[in-house]
């Protein structure tokens, strides 16, 4: 383990379990991550690991089978799993937003029924939000949930759905009307619903369907898919919370916190190609001395190990925000950017750094290349954390008077 991205004041359990999935990441997922990416393969032998180890109930607690752990135990753990796959960690992003919401807002069945499943591994989780053309703007979704008697009704189509194949449980976001007049604020009328289906593609239930993986130019293994809703019937105790018009600020709360992942991700992306450009600028040899030995070489590594340090840093602060209880929309839109971007300028420059051979399969700097741009988008945009970066600026520092 190399001096950088060190974490100060990490409990002996913190440590402990870091170092667990670090040697996890070493033995079962770098070697053979580049090879599982290139036939986009689902990783079912290291997901089973990853159950094994515990880390499907990491931040869940303990009363539902968990470990109870923080999200930044969660964070650094993801940071460690993106060193060796990005992919995967994706597959444990979106399981933790639907336990998070779970035992944020949803009632007490709701958390007896699927907490303690969802810590065993037994039931994988899901989010949807975006839709086809919809972008970053959430408030315009148009999929909707009408009610019928002890049910409701959903019709739509979501997009984007990080495996949604292999889970079992969705939270979906509908618009429902009900109880909302005319008029009301269209983030007030949006209700996230409990999803559960059988895993794999075609209609998984009555009404929904999963038609298939979307075909992405990196982030593969994973399965990315869209989810069709056509008179799917859910009952209505399975509203997140038991009540309507709850759905944005529910999904939003979430998202903070795979906001937190995303950068954690970044991280880790980055801290694998600075291993990859420095080992590589050692051993490559060119007018008689190693590629490390020339400035403009050594110039590139000090800028990696730089933004690989600073990213780090900016994504444990937004962690420890969370963990504290204080909001930390700023915090956490400042380290998804941060990290994204120097993300994708260390993972470049270590690109460089292996000058042909980085563009060539064999090398495992090629995948991380074609990883790196996804960080950009998912969890929003880059401009979208800029946005919410300079709303919470102008909220802090305006003018009196």
């Not at 029924?113 to 970053?136: D, I, K, T, W």
Request: net charge negative; proline share 3%.
């Amino acid at each position: 383990m190399g001096r950088l991205a060190q974490t100060d004041g990490l409990t002996e359990i913190q440590r402990e379990i870091v170092s667990t999935v670090r040697g996890f990441v070493d033995k079962e997922i770098l070697p053979v991550a580049t090879e599982l990416e290139h036939r986009d393969e689902y990783p079912t032998e290291i997901v089973e690991g990853l159950k094994d180890l515990g880390l499907f109930g990491l931040m869940i607690p303990e009363e539902y089978g968990g470990l109870g752990e923080s999200l930044l135990t969660y964070a650094l753990c993801v940071e460690e799993i993106a060193r060796g796959w990005m992919s995967v960690s994706g597959i444990i992003n979106t399981h933790f937003i639907v336990a998070y919401m779970l035992q944020q807002h949803g009632t007490q069945e709701q958390k007896d029924h699927f907490l303690p499943r969802m810590a065993a591994g037994e039931v994988r989780g899901a989010f949807s939000m975006s839709e086809p053309g919809l972008g970053s703007d959430v408030s315009a979704i148009t999929s909707k949930g009408v009610r019928d008697g002890e049910e409701y009704v959903l019709t739509g189509q979501k997009m984007w759905l990080t495996n949604g194949g292999s889970s079992t449980l969705v939270a979906v976001l509908c618009r429902t009307d009900e109880g909302h007049p005319e008029g009301t604020a269209r983030h007030r009328s949006m209700t996230t619903f409990l999803v559960e289906k059988e895993p794999g593609f075609g209609e998984v239930r009555p009404g929904l369907t999963i038609p298939g993986k979307i075909d992405k130019m990196g982030y593969k293994g994973v399965d990315t898919t869209e989810l069709i809703m056509d008179g799917l019937r859910i009952p209505a105790d399975r509203v997140l919370g038991g009540e309507t018009g709850r759905g944005f600020y529910q999904m939003m709360d979430g998202v903070e916190v795979g906001r937190v992942n995303v950068a954690a991700r970044g991280c880790g992306v980055a801290q694998r190609a600075f291993e990859l450009g420095i080992d590589y600028a050692q051993q490559r040899h060119t007018f008689g001395k190693p590629i490390a030995q020339h400035q403009a070489i050594q110039f590139k590594l000090a800028e990696m190990a730089t933004k690989v340090e600073a990213a780090h840093a900016l994504m444990v602060g937004a962690a420890r925000k969370k963990d504290s209880g204080a909001r930390n929309d700023l915090e956490a839109g400042m380290a998804k950017y941060l990290a994204s971007e120097y993300c994708k300028e260390v993972v470049e420059d270590a690109f460089r750094i292996h000058g042909g051979y980085g563009f060539s399969k064999e090398y495992e700097i090629e995948r991380l290349y074609r990883e790196a741009p996804m960080l950009l988008i998912g969890e929003g945009t880059a401009e979208i954390q800029k946005m919410i970066v300079g709303r919470r600026l102008l909220e802090e520092y305006g003018l009196q008077g």
